[in-house]
């Protein structure tokens, strides 16, 4: 602590930046956070995902000729494309609800138990605090992301196995497994900075508001709103501002060569969700008083 | 830190938002048209057909505002944008990858065999290369200054034939070759635009405008492309482990019965009317005598063709009955004897030529 100022509430964050006290601080949180049992028992239910559809396609030989829903069908016989199909399934809704949760306990919880009066009140620096409450839903994102990726890897080598440890992309190209597992990782990479979008918003709810369901609410709302709107032909100028529209991009990360333009269009888009998320809680939260 | 600063905070948020959207948003921006030595259509089209196809790769996107209905079974001909990407080897190697949101269909020719995978159910199928994408280069090639003359002049008998300056398309220099009716032709089209790549003389985009609306009804071309030798294995193909491999029937015989290939064509130039026989399997040659007993709700169509009895509205006239289906830029009507006239003509001259 020793390059602390004095005046830590009013100055800018530049000034009482330490690493030492602000890694401290995000690891108390993530203990903490880790240490809730609602946060432990998303990551094993999402730890199901990938099982409960390895299970199934391996038991009845996935669905029938190209009516699975998303790319399940691909993964019949082709262990390693589980995990992708398992992260592109639990990113359209359950993942979300796994950061909003997190994202809903850091700030509108605190704020409903009364415990978030007493952090503002400590000489914290509010953007210290916010970092350090975003640690803690980042930490439950890229969990549940790994989680489930991991999970999956496992579930479709042991449970669906495939051609030797190989992929089949979609292009009919197969893949060694090095490549197939560097795939996955892509994915996961992808599926966590989608997901930071969705928790940056959802922090910015949260610091509104003392109601963690109303974060809940919104999040969830908000995916089905942009989900309806997405669908509608003509609000057709509307998609490239949904960052839900590029929830499909995961999908061709299966494809051979890897066309990359949509997964950095989606990323892109979701980075600046990311800034506009941290930018209203930070805002909010410098002027935040209970 | 007074509510200044706030203030500041949020309106430097709202930025980095608009900006930031907007990078991710706007695609690449319309540019000037760039200056080019001028050039003649002849000279423009000569060197078309004497460019030699090179290597490339790129993504073609395909933007549908046909009208076509909804034929069940064959959604991408639908209105709407969908991306194609392309890779070329030259020598008759290519790769097309058709992407869907949950699949891919993927067509691989390697010079010699060509291999159509389909990801939904996992099946590849195989043929030999056609002798079709060798022949026309190959008749062409002998003159093409004389063959682009030739084919200009025919042209200009119908339509006007210019090159209408400048643009840019997929970030390279092209010209545009557009070729309008003449006034005398009773079409549907307006106008069609051929974008030709300045530099490599190869046509990068196709733009079909119809009577009536600004925007195109079809455009066709790349959004990408980068010229350049490519990685050889992208033109083979090994069927991946779990595949079902088919031999793909005689397609030629299939696609196009022989009912259908001896049409007749009335009129010519832009309002061309085609009459031919409905396609009916399994039994060749044009098909005489129907008399509409077998009307339109023959079950036998050839694998893969649409139904086509359940489009399009009743019509009738002086040369008998039958179904109009209306698009943007043609004009189709089955009769009830299975007869199908077709042309890119209003109604009316499609009936004209029914009477005949």
Redesign the interface.
């Known amino acids: 602590m020793t390059t602390v100022s004095t005046s830590a509430p ?1 100055a800018t964050p530049a000034s009482t930046r330490s690493v030492a006290p602000l890694g401290r601080l995000a690891a108390a949180e993530v203990r903490w956070v880790l240490r809730r049992p609602r946060t432990l028992v998303l990551l094993g239910l999402l730890a199901l995902v990938p099982v409960a559809l390895g299970i199934g396609i391996a038991l009845t030989g996935g669905p029938g ?2 009516d ?4 399940v ?2 993964v019949a ?2 262990g390693l494309v589980l995990p992708i199909a398992a992260l592109g399934l639990a990113l359209s809704l359950l993942l979300p609800l796994t950061v909003a949760t997190a994202a809903a306990d850091a700030l509108a919880g605190e704020a409903a138990h009364g415990t978030l009066r007493g952090l503002l009140l400590a000489p914290v620096g509010r953007v210290r605090l916010v970092v350090m409450k975003a640690a803690g839903v980042l930490t439950v994102a890229v969990l549940a992301v790994l989680v489930v990726a991991v999970v999956g890897v496992v579930t479709g080598m042991v449970v669906v196995g495939g ?2 440890g190989t992929m ?1 992309t ?5 893949l060694g497994l090095g490549e197939a597992l560097g795939r996955v990782a892509l994915v996961a990479g992808w599926t966590i900075v989608q997901l930071l979008a969705v928790a940056a918003v959802a922090l910015a709810v949260s610091a509104f508001t003392e109601h963690p369901l109303v974060v809940l609410a919104a999040v969830l709302g908000g995916l089905i709103v942009f989900g309806v709107l997405a669908a509608v032909p003509s609000l057709e100028w509307l998609q ?2 949904l960052l839900t529209s590029g929830w ?1 991009a995961g ?2 990360a299966l ?1 051979d ?1 890897l ?1 990359l ?1 949509d997964l950095a ?1 989606s990323t ?2 979701a ?2 969700y990311v ?2 998320g941290a ?2 809680t ?2 909010r939260m ?2 935040r008083d209970g | ?1 007074g509510r200044r600063s ?1 203030v500041g ?2 309106l ?2 709202a930025l ?2 608009a900006v ?2 907007g ?3 706007a695609p690449a921006g319309a540019s000037a048209a760039p200056p080019l030595p001028p050039v003649s259509p002849e000279d423009l089209v000569s060197s078309v057909i004497r460019a030699e196809p090179g290597a490339f790769a790129g ?1 073609v996107e395909v933007d549908n505002a046909l009208g076509l209905p909804a034929v069940p079974g064959v959604p991408q001909l639908a209105n709407g944008t969908s991306t194609v ?1 392309v890779w070329s080897g030259g020598e008759g190697r290519g790769r097309v ?1 058709l ?1 869907s ?4 269909r ?1 067509l ?1 020719s390697d010079g010699t065999t060509r ?1 159509s ?1 389909d ?3 996992r099946t ?1 199928t195989r043929a030999p290369a056609g002798e079709g994408r060798d022949g026309p280069p190959g008749e062409v090639a002998q003159d093409p200054t004389a063959a682009a003359t030739q084919a200009v002049a025919t042209l200009r008998q119908t339509s006007t034939v210019a090159v209408d300056g400048t643009a840019e398309v997929a970030g390279r220099p092209v010209y545009q070759l557009v070729l309008t009716p003449q006034p005398t032709e009773r079409t549907l089209l307006r106008e069609v635009r051929v974008a030709v790549d300045a530099e490599t003389r190869q046509p990068l985009q196709l733009t079909v405008l119809a009577q009536g609306s600004g925007e195109p009804a079809l455009r066709v071309g790349f959004s990408e492309i980068t010229y350049g030798p490519q ?1 050889p294995s ?1 033109f083979t ?7 079902t491999v088919r031999d793909a029937p005689a397609r030629d015989g299939e696609q196009r019965p022989d009912g259908d290939r001896q049409g007749t064509t009335v009129g010519d130039g832009w309002d061309t009317v085609v009459i031919g026989q409905a396609p009916r399997p399994g039994e060749g040659g044009p098909q005489d005598g129907q008399d509409g007993q077998e009307g339109q709700d023959d079950p036998q169509r050839p694998e893969g063709a649409p139904d086509l009895s359940a489009l399009g509205t009743p019509v009738s006239g002086p040369w008998g009955s039958g179904r109009v289906i209306t698009t943007a830029v043609a004009t189709v009507i089955v009769t009830d004897d299975g007869r199908i006239a077709a042309g890119a003509v209003p109604q009316q001259v499609l009936t004209e030529a029914l009477a005949r």
């Open positions: 009013a000729d190209g699975g829903p998303g790319l069908a691909a016989g082709n051609p030797g089949i979609l292009s009919g190209t197969t490239p501002l499909t999908a061709d494809r060569p066309p333009d269009s892109g888009r980075l600046v800034v506009l930018a209203v930070v805002w410098r002027r | 830190m706030w905070a949020g430097g948020a980095v938002g930031g959207v990078l991710v948003v993504e990407r990858a992407p949101p949950d699949g891919e993927t691989v291999w995978y990801s939904r159910d590849a990685d992208l193909f090994t069927p991946p482990p779990g595949t």
